[in-house]
């Protein structure tokens, strides 16, 4: 497997795996019902956010990836990042794949750090991932995530150096 930069045409691969995810609505904050103009504004935004997948030996996209600044002015030196890896193939070291990727991509780019503000804490396999990729839990928001069968449940902040 390999990761590149995220081309137009990669959309309806990346959207067969985003939108299942998305609807779930148990790991982002995004509308349940996002469409997939919505979606694709948001993850294929011009820069200065970029866009990676992850994608097979026979060429199948399995996961993307997007960096951006996790804010405007004087916060851009501290990159945000989101994932999200087809279901099919979870497990299978395409998450690990993209955020190692994504950090190197994000020091390239002049990042100092990157920080996560929204892991949604029983989101377990993303949270185990981002700490043994450097991340540490800085603080947790209290019930600030509606968990479909959770109730509400905390969003973890993660952050690491550059």
């Keep these: 497997m390999i990761t590149r930069e995220a081309r137009p045409d990669d959309w309806p691969a990346v959207w067969r ?4 995810v998305l609807a779930a609505g148990d790991t982002y904050t995004t509308p349940r019902d996002v469409t997939s103009d919505e979606a694709r504004a948001e993850w294929l935004a011009p820069p200065p956010n970029d866009a990676t ?10 996961g993307i990836a997007k960096v951006r600044p996790n804010l405007p002015g004087a916060g851009s030196h ?7 890896v087809d279901p099919e193939v979870s ?7 993209l955020g190692e990727a994504v950090l190197d991509r994000a020091r390239d780019l002049g990042y100092s750090a990157m920080q996560f503000n929204a892991v949604v804490e029983t989101n377990t396999r993303a949270v185990r991932l981002w700490e043994s990729l450097g991340f540490a839990i800085i603080g947790t928001v209290p019930r ?14 993660m952050h690491r150096a550059l």
């Design 17 to 20: 795996f985003l939108s299942i």
């Design 53 to 62: 997948v992850a994608v097979t030996e026979d060429g199948a996209v399995v």
């Design 78 to 84: 501290v990159a945000n990042a989101s994932f999200v």
């Design 91 to 97: 497990a299978r070291g395409t998450g690990r794949l």
């Design 144 to 157: 600030a995530f509606r968990h479909p069968s959770e109730g509400d449940v905390g969003l973890h902040v």
